[in-house]
T-cell receptor, first 113, second 113 residues
Framework: DAGITQSPRHKVTETGTPVTLRCHQT?????MYWYRQDPGHGLRLIHY???????DKGEVSDGYSVSRSKTEDFLLTLESATSSQTSVYFC????????????FGQGTRLTVV | AQSVAQPEDQVNVAEGNPLTVKCTYS??????LFWYVQYPNRGLQFLLK??????LVKGSYGFEAEFNKSQTSFHLKKPSALVSDSALYFC???????????FGKGTRLHILP
């Protein structure tokens, strides 16, 4: 299995509070992604990174920001959490070549109350 | 922008029968196509991919997929279904030259004993 660790695995937070989710990889892969999974919507891309300090928006980026200061770490921040951001968040990584598949972490279940 | 459609939310198949899970895609260029499987409370696991060459791609657990450029489809197939194949299946696409990997909404496969 690819070395991807998401933390925390579960979190309950209150509306309006900031939340940061961490994705850590030990594979030295170039690309890192954050997705959210919701019933009826499948997996939707939030933000992605194609290198250190190189990030871009995905399909549903409003209300989220990301940072990648090191190859191995990709942080997803909810600046002010809302109930609509209750979801399961997955991090994925893929190697330099675009034809390589992505490998997924185990997910973080976030509940905003 | 690339997109993926999985027209069936759920597919029911009797054990031992062949199964097909449908996927169609839209890209501006040439696609890289992927299938993933998700078991309950788990991350996504890679099954197979189409990069180039032979239109019939074989993957893990006896699954295969057929790339059809004229129909922009990449259907997942298996000759004989097992109860253990019951899971959520995702199709994904990456446009060559684009960093994003876009997923469909998923199809829940139920294999009936």
């Amino acid at each position: 299995d690819a070395g991807i660790t998401q933390s925390p695995r579960h979190k309950v937070t209150e509306t309006g509070t900031p939340v940061t989710l961490r994705c850590h990889q030990t594979e030295n892969h170039r690309y890192m992604y954050w997705y959210r999974q919701d019933p009826g919507h499948g997996l939707r891309l939030i933000h992605y990174s194609y290198g250190v300090k190189d990030t871009d928006k995905g399909e549903v980026s409003d209300g989220y920001s990301v940072s990648r200061s090191k190859t191995e770490d990709f942080l997803l921040t909810l600046e002010s959490a809302t109930s609509s951001q209750t979801s399961v968040y997955f991090c994925a990584i893929s190697d330099y070549w675009m034809n390589t598949e992505a490998f997924f972490g185990q997910g973080t279940r976030l509940t905003v109350v | 922008a690339q997109s993926v459609a999985q027209p069936e939310d759920q597919v029911n198949v009797a054990e031992g029968n062949p199964l097909t899970v449908k996927c169609t895609y839209s890209v501006s260029g040439n696609p890289y196509l992927f299938w993933y499987v998700q078991y309950p409370n788990r991350g996504l696991q890679f099954l197979l991919k189409y990069i180039t060459g032979d239109n019939l791609v074989k993957g893990s657990y006896g699954f295969e997929a057929e790339f059809n450029k004229s129909q922009t489809s990449f259907h997942l197939k298996k000759p004989s279904a097992l109860v253990s194949d019951s899971a959520l299946y995702f199709c994904a696409v990456r446009d060559k030259g684009d960093d994003k990997i876009i997923f469909g909404k998923g199809t829940r496969l139920h294999i009936l004993p």
